[in-house]
């Protein structure tokens, strides 16, 4: 299966600053989304990105896909303390439709 | 809010009881999922329901048991867990089971004594 590795497993930095998070995976995807968890809750979908796209942006958030690679990242900018959270990428592969495989996640604070 | 609701949002319970999860979505979605969510492990794909038929059991203990009585509702029944069963359960839905974003509930956590 499909599972993304998120790198680093923890950020911690002051508001104000960008956050930058890397998810690595391992075979051929669909797509791959990103999503946001505050401790105990429920994920957030954040942004999905294609096979056949190479950035996105919503807000304040930038996406990059290098499918060369099988690497994504998350940026984050001018990050606020309510953006403390654990993010997750999860790739969608190609034989795998419906399964998304989380993995462990980055857990960012963000310092008022 | 997501558009997906679980209740109860937190449950103690026996290892010889036997209760039941609730999931919801107002999102007109037809796939609906169950994961599990342990203290430092990754989130667990647990059932998946495309058009009310299950699609995915994902080596789950028969102690867990899914219901889909329509694309708005799932449940979990639970019965005789073990206190490794402790966790984060969190329901989700998506507009079919290719391709999109799914929508997650807040979860259940569950404590079993």
């Known amino acids: 299966s499909q599972q993304g590795e998120e790198d680093p497993q923890a950020l911690s930095i002051q508001e104000g600053e960008n956050a930058t998070m890397n998810c690595s995976y391992k075979?051929?995807?669909?797509?791959l989304q990103w999503y946001r968890q505050n401790s105990g809750r429920g994920l957030v979908h954040l942004i999905l990105?294609?096979?056949?796209?190479r950035e996105k942006h919503s807000g304040r958030l930038r996406v990059t896909l290098d499918t060369s690679k099988k690497s994504s990242s998350l940026l984050i900018t001018a990050s606020r303390a309510a953006d403390t959270a654990s993010y997750f990428c999860?790739?969608?592969?190609?034989?795998?439709?419906?399964?998304?495989?989380f993995g462990s996640g980055t857990r960012l604070l963000v310092r008022p | 809010e997501t558009g997906v609701t679980q209740t109860p949002r937190h449950l103690v319970m026996g290892m010889t009881n036997k209760k039941s999860l609730k999931c919801e979505q107002h999102l007109g979605h037809n796939a609906m999922y169950w994961y599990k969510q342990s203290a430092k492990k990754p989130l667990e794909l647990m059932f998946v329901?495309?058009?009310?038929?299950?699609?995915e059991n994902n080596s789950v203990p028969s102690r867990f048991s899914p219901e889909c009585p329509n694309s708005s509702h799932l449940f979990l029944h639970l019965h005789t867990l073990q206190p490794e069963d402790s966790a984060l359960y969190l329901c989700?839905?998506?507009?079919?089971?290719?391709?999109?974003?799914?929508?997650f509930g807040p979860g259940t956590r569950l404590l079993v004594l």
């Open positions: 990105i294609r096979s056949n796209e």
């Open positions: 329901y495309s058009l009310e038929e299950r699609v």
């Open positions: 989700a839905s998506s507009q079919g089971t290719a391709l999109g974003p799914q929508y």
């Open positions: 075979t051929s995807i669909n797509n």
């Open positions: 999860a790739p969608l592969g190609v034989d795998s439709s419906y399964k998304l495989i």
